[in-house]
């Protein structure tokens, strides 16, 4: 895990329930907006989250020695915009290989597993794997 997830984790983990889902609406305010080069790929629907209900779309650019997560999530899917910033922001920069060892209990480590519903639970999780894999794939 990196550093910068590893403190969010500890963030997430200090906090109580109700906490923790303020804490994700407003990492859902800071996600910026997806970058024009993307916009065709995202028009054809390229790198979508299948397993996440609401429309998400997840690419990852190597920028040096690291990695740097654009992303689409709509703004009307706080708790999953929410999720995709939190993760942009603990990966940002970080090695292909720190990436690919992202934890799968991720969810679980931020306390958000019981916060959420169990629909939204495997999206976010889908995620974390896209994640995983995309970043293998960098190396």
Request: net charge neutral; glycine share 10%; with cysteine.
């Amino acid at each position: 895990m990196t550093d910068a997830l590893a403190r969010i984790v500890r963030r997430f983990q200090a906090a109580d329930k109700q906490t923790r889902l303020e804490l994700l609406l407003d990492y859902s305010k800071k996600l910026p907006d997806l970058p024009a080069e993307y916009h065709a790929a995202r028009d054809a629907g390229l790198n979508r989250v299948p397993e996440c209900q609401s429309p998400v779309f997840l690419y990852l650019r190597k920028e040096g020695d690291g990695v740097v997560l654009h992303a689409d999530a709509p703004k009307e899917a706080p708790t999953v915009r929410g999720f995709v910033s939190l993760l942009a922001k603990g990966i940002d920069h970080a090695a292909p290989a720190e990436v690919a060892a992202l934890p799968g209990d991720l969810l679980d480590q931020l306390g958000l597993g019981e916060a959420l519903g169990m629909t939204r639970t495997h999206g976010l999780t889908a995620m974390v794997g896209r994640l995983k894999r995309m970043a293998g794939e960098l190396g």
